[in-house]
């Protein structure tokens, strides 16, 4: 028999578009559920544009109340653009990123879309 255990993921991301103009706010909303068979701690999720996100990088987190196990919460954040080179990237998501919880799988905890940066007209 599987260990009872919590197992938190990225189970939804969605962009406020695929397609925004150097120095635009790119809005995104995502869920963290917990996938497991117990329920999780509280935690952190992060996210990062072209790199994982990580304790030491992000770009913006939120604080993930405790999760009864097939529980979700949703968030909603937004990121600039200004720095960002024109082209494509990658805005990654992280669940429990400052690993608070421990999981059934911490190999599952990322998610990712794919987004261009066009040069201001």
Same mark, same amino acid.
Request: glycine residues 10%; hydrophobic residues 40%; without cysteine.
């Given at each position: 028999? !599987?260990?009872?255990?919590?197992?938190?993921?990225?189970?939804?991301?969605?962009?406020?578009?695929?397609?925004?103009?150097?120095?635009?706010?790119?809005?995104?909303? #995502?869920? $963290?559920?917990?996938?497991?068979?117990?329920?999780?701690? !509280?935690? #952190?999720?992060? %996210?990062?544009?072209?790199?994982?996100?990580?304790?030491?990088?992000?770009?913006? *987190?939120? #604080?993930?109340?405790?999760?009864?196990?097939?529980?979700?919460?949703? %968030?909603?954040?937004?990121?600039?653009?200004?720095?960002?080179? $024109?082209?494509?990237?990658?805005?990654?998501?992280?669940?429990?990123? *400052? /690993?608070?919880?421990? =999981?059934?799988? =911490?190999?599952?905890?990322?998610?990712? %879309?794919? %987004?261009?940066?066009?040069?201001? /007209?």
């Amino acid at each position: 028999m !599987a260990p009872v255990a919590a197992d938190l993921v990225i189970s939804s991301i969605t962009p406020g578009t695929t397609t925004v103009t150097q120095g635009d706010t790119l809005g995104f909303s #995502y869920s $963290v559920k917990d996938t497991g068979t117990a329920g999780a701690g !509280a935690s #952190y999720s992060a %996210f990062m544009i072209d790199q994982t996100p990580d304790p030491g990088h992000w770009a913006g *987190w939120n #604080y993930v109340d405790p999760l009864a196990a097939g529980a979700v919460q949703s %968030f909603v954040s937004a990121i600039s653009t200004s720095g960002l080179s $024109v082209g494509q990237h990658k805005l990654w998501f992280g669940a429990d990123t *400052w /690993s608070s919880v421990a =999981e059934s799988n =911490e190999a599952n905890n990322l998610n990712s %879309f794919t %987004f261009n940066v066009l040069a201001k /007209s």
